[in-house]
């Protein structure tokens, strides 16, 4: 029996060298995408491929995971972030204001999953920033309405 195996060995060595060393290739070639690291501060979302789509109610936490080389981890980042935002509002006259923004978020760890799969990774600039804008320039133009009635009104009294 043993010489059997042996023989047989032999005659197939070759092709289990070769086996070996495309194993060993393929492994050194997909290790970044097979082995993920989600450091601290982080949380991931797992995209299969062949099984589902995006995985939305379970978010992965900071440690070390491995996954099929075909599926893709989506990594966020779930501490407070700051993004600085310039925004230019012009006035009910026309008039441009200039204002620098600081805006400070934070997404929520429980529907990251869902987030990805309906907004996305670049989900700061699709709906943070743009909604930001929006409820400012309505807040500002009301405001500015109420601060140019009011210069007027304290113009035309020192006037009289």
């Given at each position: 029996m043993r010489q059997?195996?042996?023989a047989w060995l032999k005659r197939k060595i070759p092709y289990l060298i070769i086996l070996t060393l495309f194993l060993f290739w393929a492994l050194f070639f997909f290790w970044p995408r097979?082995?993920?690291?989600?450091?601290?501060?982080?949380?991931g979302v797992l995209y299969w491929l062949f099984l589902g789509g995006t995985e939305t109610d379970h978010v992965y936490s900071e440690g070390f995971?491995?996954?099929a080389p075909w599926d893709k981890m989506y990594i966020y980042n779930v501490r407070v972030q700051t993004v600085l935002h310039d925004l230019e509002v012009l006035t009910n006259r026309g008039l441009p204001i200039q204002l620098k923004l600081a805006i400070r978020f934070?997404?929520?760890y429980e529907t990251l999953g869902v987030?990805?799969?309906e907004v996305g990774p670049d989900y700061i600039n699709t709906i943070i920033v743009p909604d930001i804008d929006s409820v400012l320039r309505r807040i500002l133009a009301i405001r500015i309405r109420k601060i140019f009635m009011l210069t007027k009104k304290i113009f035309s009294r020192k006037l009289l």
């Open positions: 059997k195996i042996r097979i082995i993920i690291t989600i450091h601290s501060g982080e949380a995971y491995v996954i934070q997404p929520e987030l990805h799969q």
